[in-house]
T-cell receptor, first 116, second 117 residues
Framework: AQTVTQSQPEMSVQEAETVTLSCTYDTSESNYYLFWYKQPPSRQMILVIRQEAYKQQNATENRFSVNFQKAAKSFSLKISDSQLGDTAMYFCAFMKQGDSNYQLIWGAGTKLIIKP | NAGVTQTPKFQVLKTGQSMTLQCAQDMNHEYMSWYRQDPGMGLRLIHYSVGAGITDQGEVPNGYNVSRSTTEDFPLRLLSAAPSQTSVYFC????????????????FGSGTRLTVV
């Protein structure tokens, strides 16, 4: 069974700083997807970035980028020039390609606080 | 706005009561699912559906029923509420391909906070 581990329950940084959130996962699969989701206090779950395991190039979305290390089974999220609106819970999630139930396996989350 | 709509947003039930959480999407997504979110844990899959008339169990299905009579709607029924079902419930949908939901990820509803006393 796949597992996803987020080792940082809470982090805080000053506005405009760069912050990196860690995520490791355990799987024997070769084909899968990885996601970072943001959950602000509004409770809405928002997709931040995704990565296909077969792609060596790290995904980027504006100020958000990932460091995908397939051999190490690591998928960290870097937020550059952090903003107050980035304050939220961040979840790392794994999905096996072709899984019979198309299930997302989630980490426990990291609470990120951006201080003014 | 297109998206996933969940109702109600908050609900308090007494132990043993039944209720239905509603989920509707207007994006013509084939795949729909229900997750529950508990403190200190990631989301866990309850039930899912890959199309109208097709449903199946996820990781934590006990105490819940679902049906999918239309593409748009995927209600979750609590048969006899228990305090262990106190949680936040999310409905999520996605387009469906032969390899599973598309890699763009899911669209989530805003959640229902359920408290069972």
């Amino acid at each position: 069974a796949q597992t996803v581990t987020q080792s940082q329950p809470e982090m805080s940084v000053q506005e405009a700083e760069t912050v990196t959130l860690s995520c490791t996962y355990d799987t024997s699969e070769s084909n899968y997807y990885l996601f970072w989701y943001k959950q602000p206090p509004s409770r809405q779950m928002i997709l931040v970035i995704r990565q296909e395991a077969y792609k060596q190039q790290n995904a980027t979305e504006n100020r958000f980028s990932v460091n995908f290390q397939k051999a190490a089974k690591s998928f960290s999220l870097k937020i550059s020039d952090s903003q107050l609106g980035d304050t939220a819970m961040y979840f790392c999630a794994f999905m096996k390609q072709g899984d019979s139930n198309y299930q997302l396996i989630w980490g426990a989350g990291t609470k990120l606080i951006i201080k003014p | 706005n297109a998206g996933v709509t969940q109702t109600p947003k908050f609900q308090v039930l007494k132990t043993g009561q039944s209720m239905t959480l509603q989920c509707a999407q207007d994006m013509n997504h084939e795949y729909m699912s229900w997750y529950r979110q508990d403190p200190g844990m990631g989301l866990r899959l309850i039930h899912y559906s890959v199309g109208a008339g097709i449903t199946d169990q996820g990781e934590v299905p006990n105490g819940y029923n679902v049906s999918r009579s239309t593409t748009e709607d995927f209600p979750l029924r609590l048969l006899s509420a228990a305090p262990s079902q106190t949680s936040v419930y999310f409905c999520a949908s996605s387009y469906f391909s032969g390899a599973g939901p598309t890699s763009s990820g899911y669209t989530f509803g805003s959640g229902t906070r359920l408290t069972v006393v």
